[in-house]
């Protein structure tokens, strides 16, 4: 078994260089059947964090993983399921993209990175669609009744909203995998 | 914060942790993520455990990136401009290994630098050093069938932050990292060896144990070193949360 390589923060000069065209847009803003998913990242004490970035990867509207090439040169046609979104100065994020589709019978989720200033090292989390009467699912099972909202997605006009607290009241629930 | 520590107090706060993680015994590989000698952690860590979760569906899938999204340009951070940037040239190279030791082939890194004076192309960047116009420091690649990136860039200088009093950063280079599954994404930093102010550095520090904060220093390697070009320097990436079962020992 090989040690893993500590991660480190994001820093606070990752603007000029992980951040490309196209990179929040998963399908152009007015395809048919595009949602926003956004939120706004807070920190401890409630407050806005505008120098985060939050990674987003998903299934397809039928649950199948994406495999397609193209998500940094978007052609405005192939659906890669990945994207990518700095905070705004009012620490919102924002995703134009299609729904996912639950993979193998599982709930649908949007899996999320996110990475900050003052963030050590980068945070896992899943904005499920709102479950519309469904069963938890293993995980969300797991989590205390009272947490569980921070891994919902709730619906809005255009689609959905996924806050991110990064700690204190209302602290998002963040995933450690095996092997982490 | 109306007035800025000293750099002994913040010191004195890492000699702590450190010394209460010697006692402690435990082994740690990652950095903690409530590490107080970094001030801007203090609201922005969990404060609840991380929560265990068996990964599924698209986490054990990465995105995938190829040929269509990267320009093999991009890996040499000296011929964006019309000249050559100022500062030591040299070749970064390494493998992209998983949790079992397996190379992750074909898979996209980025990085991200400050040039020589250790100046960032960055609007909120103040240090009053000399931007170069030959130099943006921003590079991608996507390692080879063997897990091989390489980058040609040049070394970027130690910069002054307000983490404190005379705070400075040791010279670095931002490593960005995809594996063969969503839960081994990270983002990271690489140093150079022997640098004076490792031991002065809340962010490398916040990686309490000696020996896995080694695993973010490059090696010198003279036989990457190019006659009247470039110096050269390896450094290989191990990834996190392979979701496979880890062998028993290796």
């Not at chain 2, 594996?179 to 930093?189: C, K, L, P």
């Not at chain 2, 110096?231 to 880890?246: A, K, N």
């Amino acid at each position: 078994m090989t040690t893993a390589t500590p991660g480190q923060t994001v820093g606070p000069f990752f603007h000029y260089a992980l951040p490309y065209a196209g990179d929040r847009d998963l399908v152009a803003p007015g395809t048919p059947g595009a949602v926003r998913l956004h939120g706004t990242v807070r920190d401890g004490a409630g407050a806005a964090v505008p120098d985060a970035l939050v990674e987003l990867w998903q299934a397809d509207p039928q649950g199948r993983v994406v495999q397609q090439q193209g998500s940094l040169r978007r052609d405005g046609h192939t659906f890669t399921g990945f994207g990518r979104a700095s905070t705004d100065r009012t620490g919102e994020y924002t995703f134009t993209t299609l729904p996912p589709g639950g993979v193998d019978g599982g709930l649908p989720f949007f899996a999320l990175t996110v990475f900050a200033r003052g963030l050590l090292n980068r945070l896992f989390t899943r904005a499920y669609l709102p479950l519309s009467g469904a069963a938890p699912d293993a995980l969300l099972g797991s989590v205390a009744e009272d947490r569980r909202p921070t891994l919902l997605c709730e619906p809005d006009e255009h689609g959905y909203r996924f806050d991110v607290r990064l700690m204190g009241e209302g602290e998002t629930v963040f995933l450690r995998y095996p092997g982490h | 914060m109306t007035e800025l520590e000293t750099q002994a107090a913040i010191s004195d706060e890492i000699a702590a942790i450190g010394k209460a993680y010697d006692a402690a015994g435990a082994v740690e590989t990652q950095p903690r993520t409530d590490y107080p000698p970094y001030r801007s952690s203090l609201l922005r860590h969990p404060t609840k455990d991380l929560h265990h979760a068996d990964p599924e569906g698209v986490e054990l899938w990465a995105p995938c990136f190829g040929e269509r999204d990267i320009d093999p340009l991009e890996a040499d951070l000296t011929i964006q401009h019309g000249g050559d940037p100022v500062g030591e040239r040299m070749v970064v190279t390494g493998r992209v290994l998983d949790g079992d030791g397996r190379p992750v082939r074909r898979q996209l890194v980025e990085v991200w630098q400050a040039n020589a004076g250790g100046r960032y192309v960055h609007k909120r960047d103040q240090h009053p050093a000399a931007l170069d116009p030959n130099f943006t420091g921003v590079g991608r690649c996507l390692t080879d069938d063997q897990g091989v990136y390489r980058f040609t860039t040049i070394r970027p200088g130690p910069y002054p932050w307000r983490n404190h009093r005379n705070a400075w950063r040791p010279a670095h280079i931002h490593f960005s990292l995809f594996g063969t599954e969503f839960t081994q994404r990270m983002v990271t930093q690489m140093y150079f060896p022997g640098d004076p102010l490792f031991a002065l550095d809340p962010i490398y520090q916040s990686v309490v144990d000696p020996v896995a904060r080694e695993r973010l220093v490059a090696t010198y390697d003279h036989d990457l070193t190019q006659p009247e070009w470039s110096t050269g320097y390896r450094w290989d990436i191990v990834l996190t949360g392979s979701h496979r079962t880890p062998l028993e020992d290796a």
